[in-house]
C-alpha cells in the first residue's frame, strides 16, 4: 500500500519541477518581451493545472514573469522543423571551392549534392547565427 508521505513527497517533487515549464525547457528565453504564445509550454503548464492546481498556477505565473511562455520575436522556436538546428561546417579558404562545398555537404546529408550554376547563390554570413534571417531575406525578394 501507498503511504501518505510517499504520496506527498511524489507530489511535492512533482509540483515543483513542473513550476515553470518554460523555464525550465528553454532558459535562454528569460527576459523575453510580449510576444506570441508558445502553445507547447501553455499545454505543459495546463497539464501542471489540471493536475496540481496550485503549482500550474505558479507554472503560468513563472512563466508569464519570465518571459519564457513566449516564442523567440523571430515568431518561430529553435529547432523547428522549419528551422533545424544549424550545424558549423569550416572549410579552410584555399580549400574552398564547389567541389569541397558539394563533398562536405554531402557527407553531413548522406547524399549525393551537385551544385549547378543558376541553381545556387552564394552569400557569405559574419555569423552562423545570421542565417536563418539571412534565409528568410532571400525568401522574401521575388525571383
Known amino acids: 500500500m501507498i503511504s501518505r508521505r510517499s504520496v506527498l513527497v511524489l507530489t511535492s517533487s512533482l509540483g515543483i519541477h513542473l513550476s515553470g515549464c518554460g523555464l525550465l525547457l528553454y532558459p535562454e528565453r528569460r527576459g523575453q518581451p510580449l510576444g506570441r504564445l508558445d ?16 503549482p500550474g498556477l505558479i507554472a503560468f505565473a ?9 516564442l523567440p520575436e523571430s515568431g518561430v522556436a529553435t ?5 533545424p538546428a ?20 554531402s557527407a553531413h546529408t548522406q547524399q549525393p549534392i551537385r551544385l549547378e550554376d543558376g541553381q545556387y547563390e552564394m552569400h557569405t554570413l559574419e555569423d552562423i547565427t545570421d ?8 525568401m522574401r525578394e521575388p525571383i
Open 62 to 70: 513563472v512563466d508569464f514573469a519570465t518571459g519564457t511562455i513566449f
Open 39 to 54: 502553445w507547447t509550454v501553455v499545454a505543459l503548464d495546463t497539464i501542471g493545472l489540471c493536475f496540481f492546481f496550485v
Open 86 to 105: 544549424l550545424i558549423r561546417r569550416s572549410i579552410p579558404t584555399d580549400r574552398l571551392s564547389l567541389q569541397t562545398i558539394e563533398q562536405v555537404v
Open 131 to 138: 542565417f536563418w534571417s539571412k534565409h528568410d531575406q532571400l
Open 79 to 83: 529547432n523547428t522543423p522549419e528551422h
